[in-house]
């Protein structure tokens, strides 16, 4: 595993409540579970937007993205973190197939899917007792304490979510505040690391503004370049779910000023 990226001057290291954060991946992956133990064995064999994935190996993948938690906790702690949230767009996409390769191998063998994510959740809501929040952790991409694994694991759920709202017709999982406003800080903190400057503002209320793109920096008044969207948008823009250009097309993302096009900087994960 190579070594952590250090963070540019200009990129400020956000801070997350540890406690609200581990209540929002509880909470939302709660919200999932609920909405699943509805669908039928019709809807559950429904492709996805993921390219090869069903339903089914999709919410296989998500019980995976939380009960990695409980299976590093039962390993030996690391001697100190590798990686941190702002590696975890980069790095995880270095075993993008070996996780689906298993995702789609835990659907194929798991007939009961409502049983494996109550088993999921019962478990790590056991193991994470007592646990204190600078516990290192050895997951696939690297050591990494739990709080940050934490705050990673709202873009898994976030995005999954929505990925399942657009491949069941009517299917509504609600979005938990918290684990939205993570989600979307951090995906925007990322744009803002992997393009430092001051000359683009980007805007996602109520979540997060940053500031990146190299070029002349303000310093009052309204910035020149200005990019703002919904958190929703910001998320699917963030994960190739939705192409800039279309986004712009379809007014769901407004951009003005000659540094304002995000176009080449997107995705930050796919």
């Known amino acids: 595993m190579p070594p952590a990226k250090k963070p540019n001057a200009r990129t400020r290291t956000r801070t997350y ?22 669908l039928t064995s019709d809807q559950l064999a429904l492709p996805t937007r993921l390219g090869g994935w069903t339903v089914r190996d999709l919410v296989a993948h998500v019980t995976m993205a939380l009960g990695s938690i409980s299976l ?14 702002l590696d975890y767009t980069s790095v995880t996409a270095l075993f993008a197939d070996a996780i689906a390769e298993s995702s789609r191998d835990l659907a194929e ?8 994510l109550a088993r999921t959740e019962e478990r790590l809501t056991e193991r994470l007792t007592g646990v204190a929040d600078t516990r290192v952790l050895a997951v696939r991409v690297g050591a990494v304490t739990l709080t940050d694994y934490l705050v990673t694991r709202t873009v898994e759920l976030v995005v999954h979510t929505d990925d399942l709202n657009a491949a069941v017709p009517g299917l509504d999982i609600p979005y938990d505040r918290q684990a ?36 002349p920096r303000h ?9 703002e969207t919904d958190p929703l948008t910001w998320i699917r823009l963030a994960t190739g779910r939705v192409q800039w250009a279309d986004a712009l097309g379809n007014a769901q993302v407004s951009a003005s000023g000659e ?3 995000l176009g080449g900087l997107l995705p930050l994960m796919a």
């Open 219 to 227: 310093t009052r008044g309204t910035p020149p370049n200005v990019v």
């Open 17 to 38: 409540d540890p406690a609200k954060t581990r209540t929002a991946v509880l909470t939302q992956y709660a919200n999932i579970r609920t909405a699943v133990r509805t």
């Open 109 to 116: 063998r798991t007939p009961d899917l409502n049983a494996l």
């Open 72 to 85: 590093a906790l039962d390993r030996d702690e690391p001697a100190k973190a590798e990686i941190g949230v």
């Open 259 to 261: 540094r304002a096009d």
């Open 180 to 215: 939205l406003a993570t989600c979307t800080r951090l995906l925007a903190d990322t744009l803002a690391a992997k393009a430092p400057g001051g000359s683009t503002e980007v805007r996602i209320p109520p979540y997060a503004v940053v500031q990146c793109v190299e070029g």
